[in-house]
């Protein structure tokens, strides 16, 4: 073969590898946009038109004024609409009031999978958008670890969704022993039934009280004596909640599952409340731990 010939074959070999490349990129980054967006309306949040200028599209299987949580008058509050997480910020404190998003078990698919992001390539960023907000080096040396409100293995599905959720207004100060242990089994829990649940609705967040104590370099970060999860889903129609202290707690994280009505009498937060008073009455009555799928988690 002439060396001519071996040039135009080896031109055309790689032009075709190029080609395949290119398919296997689309159909990697056509699974995300196809497993979480196809045929699903786009709900238009306060942020809609900034975010589609961004590029940022938040779509969701249900409706997101599940999400929304109605505080106290009294309650310094400023509610910040990111892409998978609705953040309920209180400048006053430096922490947020509560932090609302759904979990859907596509997302978890996602999250769970090879191509998920990685935790290890995101750092803890202030929000410089919203007035109070702190920067990470105030809680350095505290004695605190910088605890998510919305767990970054629920946010690995995107990237933009890891990002914001490592800004500071997602974050409360917990001790390690809180952080990494009964409660993050409750997270692991709460993850788990994502799969078989199809969507969850997850509010977090601190349980303020009058003797707090604060940390931080430069401003006064409260430090929530404890802390609430509730969890609704939509399609079996029943919610959990759970409080847990912001301490090593000594019993199983299913110990500390009470009513979203005990959460309401701590926080004076009303959730649910786009749902009918009779169904919202008799879910947020019920201390359901066993109808919950069992989790047993690593010790």
């Known amino acids: 073969m002439k060396k001519k010939q071996k040039r135009q074959l080896y031109y055309g070999l790689a032009l075709v590898l190029l080609a395949l490349a290119g398919y296997h990129g689309y159909q990697k980054n056509g699974f995300y946009k196809s497993a979480y967006n196809d045929e699903l309306p786009t709900v238009q949040t306060a942020d809609a038109q900034q975010d589609k200028q ?33 953040v309920y910020f209180n400048k006053e404190y430096h922490v947020p009031n509560c932090v609302a998003y759904e979990l859907t078990s596509t997302m978890t698919a996602m999250a769970d999978s090879r191509e998920a992001e990685n935790r290890a390539d995101y750092q803890f960023e202030r929000d410089r958008n919203v007035k109070g907000c ?37 974050i409360c100060p917990q001790l390690d022993e809180m952080n990494d242990g009964e409660w993050r089994h409750v997270e692991e829990a709460v ?50 909640a759970f409080v847990m202290e912001n301490k090593g707690m000594p019993n199983s994280w299913t110990n500390y599952a009470t009513t979203i009505d005990k959460v309401e009498a701590l926080t004076g937060y009303d959730f649910l409340a786009k749902l009918e008073d009779k169904v919202e009455n008799v879910i ?16």
């Not at 940022?56 to 949580?69: A, H, I, N, P, R």
Request: proline content about 6%; aromatic content about 14%.
């Open 54 to 86: 961004e590029g940022k599209e938040y779509q969701s299987t249900g409706d997101l004024s599940l999400l929304d949580v109605k505080l106290p008058a009294d309650l310094e509050n400023q509610t910040i609409h990111y892409k998978a997480i609705t």
């Open 134 to 170: 702190p920067d990470w080096w105030d809680y350095k040396d505290s004695g605190y670890t910088r605890g998510h409100m919305a767990p970054a293995m629920d946010m690995r599905w995107d990237k933009t969704a890891m990002e914001q959720c490592f800004l500071m207004t997602n």
């Open 191 to 240: 993850h788990k039934w994502s799969r078989t649940a199809k969507r969850l609705i997850v509010f977090t967040g601190p349980i303020f009280s009058d003797d707090m104590e604060y940390i931080g370099k430069d401003i006064d970060i409260a430090v929530p004596d404890s802390f609430f999860k509730v969890v609704y889903s939509p399609e079996q129609n029943r919610a959990i």
């Open 284 to 299: 947020e009555s019920k201390e359901n731990i066993k109808d919950w799928p069992k989790y047993y988690p690593r010790r």
